[in-house]
């Protein structure tokens, strides 16, 4: 965390002293990637970008294991936001997911792979129209996105494709949804394996009305593990919908108490 | 990387803007209107079979007898990868876009002008598939917005036509039970209607009606008597009667593979679905006709329920499937009256004459120079057996370890014709046959069912009938049942055949050639060596004035895999899999 925030201490002040003011100019990226210019132009169009520190971005400064580096973004200090990308910039395919939080918390964590040691940042785009980036560096030994899933060494992957698992904890009257999915999150990049992920999530409130939805890309860990929060005064069973890029459908009811 | 940024670029966009997946809407929507006048619309193949009749006829003549010489490659379209073997594939042509599946449940769009590609959808396969005869597919079907192929793992998948994302995808049957999918689907008043394949692991042939819109199943209609069909999920009525032609519980793993699809006729507003062989293959389990195994059967779409059915080979024990694709004709008979009849070569080596409206059989005319097991058909239909030639009971001996006794008959299991569908001319009045000249040695064995293990109680290996040739490609006169000409081809004919108004007939070599010969003298024409074996249908169409032929080339399917002692005139072919596109350049 100590090398975040120092890594992070540039961009803030910039942030802060944009305080009020859109950015048309580009600010200098706090975490000097090579890459940042392409990401900016490539996931947050034209429109005006702040480094603001106000983001949580927590995730290990060393990646354990390649296949698996947690990580959690929290955009509740910007109040309400349309949209949290999170990506990669050095992977070979950057963006992990875009979150639109409709009335869940602009809280989201999971898990990614990692292909070499890059920055792992988190764009909310604001009510305004403008990106708050914020982010660190990942180091890795790498080789997470073209390495086959674990389930390919089973005997028959399809087997248990789409169990879950769900927990739900209380956070000071706002619930914290932890959802596990069974899917082996196929890249493309591995030899001879096509392209195979969950690309959707939507959570909806017992009466079918759309909470929040996530749609989630080839970066996203095997198995993904999927940390939301619903804010206080919404009760009942919520259900959760994951699609795949083939088209197969999971589905699971959480009680929320 | 910049492959991958733009990918991830376009995901993003999409994720947004259209969470449902829809497309961006600009795509001309295909209705049943432009289904159903596809043979008469040139500028596009909308169908399997260039018309929901299976004519495989264009009145296109741009290309004729003179010109053909003049033909040209244009562009040709890698399918990529490691996965190039068995591309038996048709190709459809909408609106300036090429859809074409390959091997591996894979489909690709591609720009038709430059050969450029607009999307791949690769499905993820489980490790346990378990196609009987290679990992092919045989093409797509589209229908408004979308464009739908079946997979190896047994399911339907509807995508969209501009973006290739899937809008729905339908397992209709459990891939581990042994079924799978490899025929195109037909659009049939907004239904999505396929057959199924898995008839060597015991399952029961159906026909599956899905809503074009959304998947969900409309009917389905179980091939094999004593099992009932379904309406909207609910069970409906029994097909045939049940142990009228079975005994026992056998009519419940009794086969009957509808793995290659059908065809449709809008005429009589019948489907026509060719029906599998009965499982087991040694036919001493299996007392009876075994119903409706072997044979044609024509279905109400509307309801799935069966109008009518013919045998063509009551009580198999070849492996005579008779999946063979029922093609619409206009039959002229010799008092100058024209009937609705329809015509199927079989694997049994006979190729028949239906009246299409009421199934009544016309004749059955030999299309091979030998048909050991029956020595023809009786003025009802039925087959003249010559009881020599069926492999004997194991139960009496004869074979070594239990088996019964061998013998040696032709045509072997791979048939006198083969999936690969002939053509039609609406110039000569003439089809146009790939055929196969080869026997087999065939014994059986004994054999019990297990749930996605091999089911066939017999043994066999092919053998060439001539040393020059196997394949031959036959012109025949449906009203005479007379061969008009041929053409010897040394390796097995494995792929489809095109006629055209310009007076031709088109099809591939397993030597990898593309060609074309003269529709009334079999005279070669053209040819183009395409790289790797073609075991696929050619199709044609035009564009901005010119017009076009594509063929998939990637040798594969079943021969390789099953053909005994053919191995020594395949056994140099190699893969490829690669879309080939021709066209005779205008006059400048």
């Known amino acids: 965390m100590i090398t975040r925030r ?46 603001d520190d106000r983001i949580t971005v927590a995730a290990p400064m060393a990646a354990e294991d390649a296949l698996q580096v947690p990580f959690l973004v929290d ?183 | 990387m910049a492959t991958t940024f733009r990918r991830s670029v376009a995901a993003a966009t999409l994720a947004i803007a259209a969470m449902g997946f829809a497309g961006l809407g600009h795509a001309k929507p295909v209705t049943d209107k432009d289904i159903l006048g596809d043979v008469e619309s040139t500028g596009d193949v909308l169908t399997y079979g260039l018309g929901m009749q299976g004519q495989r006829f264009s009145p296109l003549k741009l290309i004729d007898k003179e010109t053909v010489k003049g033909v040209v490659p244009v562009w040709a379209f890698s399918f990529g990868g490691e996965k190039q073997r068995g591309q038996e594939s048709q190709p459809l042509v909408v609106d300036g876009v090429i859809y074409v599946t390959g091997s591996y449940s894979r489909m690709w769009a591609i720009d038709a002008k430059t050969g450029k590609e607009l999307w791949e959808y690769n499905h993820r396969l489980p490790d346990g598939i378990m196609p009987c005869c290679d990992v092919i597919n045989r093409g797509a079907a589209v229908y408004g917005d979308k464009v739908y192929f079946g997979t190896l793992d047994a399911k339907v998948v509807a995508l969209n036509r501009e973006t290739g994302k899937v809008v729905w995808s339908k397992a209709i049957e459990d891939y581990k039970a042994g079924y799978s999918i490899t025929n195109a689907p037909l659009i049939v008043n907004g239904m999505v209607i396929t057959g199924i394949g898995g008839g060597e692991f015991g399952i029961v042939g159906k026909v599956y009606a899905l809503d074009a819109e959304t998947g969900e199943s409309k009917w389905t209609r179980p091939v094999i008597e004593g099992n009932v069909g379904t309406v909207d999920g609910k069970p409906s009525t029994m097909t045939g009667t049940k142990n009228a032609s079975w005994e026992g519980d056998q009519w419940q793993t009794g086969g009957g593979g509808t793995w290659l699809g059908g065809t449709y006729d809008p005429k009589t507003g019948l489907l026509f679905y060719g029906t599998g062989n009965p499982s087991p293959w040694n036919s001493w389990l299996r007392p009876g006709d075994n119903l409706y195994s072997s044979s044609r059967l024509a279905i109400d779409p509307k309801t799935g329920e069966i109008k009518w059915s013919y045998q063509t080979t009551p009580h198999d024990g070849w492996d005579f499937d008779g999946v063979n694709e029922l093609i619409s004709f206009p039959l002229k008979g010799a008092d100058g009256k024209t009937i609705d009849a329809a015509a199927t070569a079989d694997r049994n080596g006979f190729f028949f004459v239906l009246d299409r409206t009421t199934g009544k059989f016309i ?54 014709k083969n999936w690969m569908p002939m053509a039609y001319s609406q110039n000569t009045g003439l089809f146009y046959i790939p055929s196969n000249e080869w026997g087999m040695d065939i014994w059986n064995e004994p054999i019990t069912y297990r749930k996605g293990a091999a089911y066939l109680g017999a043994g066999f290996t092919i053998k060439p009938l001539y040393e020059d040739h196997i394949g031959v490609l036959r012109a025949m006169d449906p009203a005479t049942g007379k061969i008009k000409w041929e053409y010897k081809n040394r390796a097995p004919l494995w792929g489809g055949v095109l006629t055209t108004g310009g007076g031709l007939v088109f099809t591939g070599t397993p030597e990898g050639y593309i060609k074309a010969f003269d529709d009334e003298t079999g005279k070669e024409l053209w040819s183009f060596n395409t790289g790797s074996g073609v075991v696929a249908s050619p199709i044609t169409w035009d564009m901005d004035g010119e017009q076009y032929i594509a063929v998939v080339s990637g040798w594969g399917g079943a021969v390789p895999l099953w053909g005994g002692d053919v191995a020594d005139y395949v056994k140099s072919f190699n893969q490829g899999g690669m879309l080939w596109v021709f066209k005779l350049p205008r006059k400048s």
């Open chain 1, 6 to 51: 120092a890594l992070l201490g540039h961009g803030a002040g910039v942030a802060a002293l944009a305080a009020g003011r859109a950015w048309g100019a580009a600010p200098m990226d706090p975490l000097q990637s090579v890459a940042w210019e392409d990401m900016r132009a490539l996931l947050l169009g034209k429109g005006p970008v702040v480094f």
């Open chain 1, 75 to 257: 955009a509740g200090a910007l109040g309400r936001v349309q949209r949290i990308l999170v990506f990669a910039d050095l992977n070979p395919i950057p963006l992990i997911l875009d979150f639109a939080p409709g009335r869940l918390a602009p809280l989201i964590a999971t898990r990614f792979k990692i292909q070499q040691a890059t920055p792992l940042r988190a764009a909310a785009l604001d009510l305004k129209g403008t990106w708050h980036v914020a982010g660190q560096w990942v180091d890795a030994m790498g080789g997470g996105c073209t390495t086959p899933a674990l389930a390919h060494g089973e005997a028959d992957w399809t087997a248990r494709l789409g169990e879950t698992e769900a927990r739900v904890f209380d956070r000071d009257g706002r619930r914290r949804i932890r959802l596990s999915i069974r899917h082996p999150m196929d890249t493309g990049l591995a030899a001879g394996i096509p392209a195979f992920f969950i690309e959707k999530v939507m959570v909806e409130d017992a009466g079918g009305i759309l909470l929040g939805e996530l749609a989630t890309f080839e970066p996203v860990s095997e198995n993904p593990l999927l940390t939301f929060e619903v804010p206080a005064g919404i009760g009942g069973d919520i259900t959760v919908t994951a699609r795949d890029n083939n088209g197969n459908i999971f589905r699971r009811k959480v009680a929320l108490s």
């Open chain 2, 363 to 416: 004749s059955a005319s030999p299309f091979v120079s030998r048909h050991d097991w029956a020595s023809g058909y009786d003025d009802k239909g039925r087959p003249i057996y010559n009881p020599d030639f069926r492999p004997g009971d194991p139960s009496k001996g004869g074979g070594a370890d239990g088996k019964g006794k061998s013998v040696f008959t032709a045509p072997s299991f791979l048939g006198g």
